[in-house]
């Protein structure tokens, strides 16, 4: 059974909008343009002026590359980007590893250096996960942490995720 494709989801502070073929296309030409001086002087205006400075990060871009091979993950309950409403900047990104596998699915988040500490992944992270639960074909919403990353660790105990399992260097989360 598919769950019904909705618009994208607003917060107080943020909209967690869906990436599009565009979206994949930009991120992964602004990483060779950084690394190619070349490509950036071939392409002039190739980053979006609605990024934020330091937009995208490592793990955008890894986000990018994977939706580049995966494009079913391009749907409602697939990734999103994080869009600062006052600014209208695109911050990060969280997406859920979709589809479920016997009702469980994954979670990914983050956002850029320049906003954390704002409570935005928390905030994008309860928003998505209840999203997600919103579907019949979710009971449950997971995500792995390491532990050397305190802060993540707290932006799932705020949004309400309960460890079920840690060894020395990471976490399981999950939310029901």
């Not at 589809?99 to 928390?122: F, K, N």
Request: proline share 5%; no cysteine.
């Amino acid at each position: 059974m598919s769950h019904v494709i909705s618009a994208d989801l607003t917060t107080e502070r943020l909209v967690l909008r869906s990436w599009t073929a565009t979206d994949v296309a930009a991120v992964l030409d602004a990483s060779s343009a950084s690394q190619s001086s070349q490509l950036a002087v071939l392409r002039p205006g190739l980053r979006p002026e609605h990024w934020a400075g330091d937009f995208p990060s490592d793990g955008d871009r890894v986000i990018a590359g994977l939706l580049a091979t995966q494009p079913e993950w391009l749907g409602a309950f697939g990734h999103r980007l994080v869009v600062e409403r006052a600014s209208g900047l695109v911050v990060g990104s969280i997406g859920l590893f979709w589809p479920p596998t016997d009702g469980v699915v994954e979670l990914g988040y983050g956002v850029v250096e320049s906003v954390r500490g704002r409570g935005y992944a928390t905030e994008a992270t309860a928003a998505l996960t209840a999203y997600a639960l919103s579907s019949p074909e979710v009971h449950t919403v997971q995500a792995g942490v390491e532990l050397s990353n305190p802060a993540s660790v707290r932006v799932l105990e705020k949004a309400s995720f309960q460890r079920v399992s840690a060894d020395q260097e990471t976490a399981r989360y999950e939310r029901r």
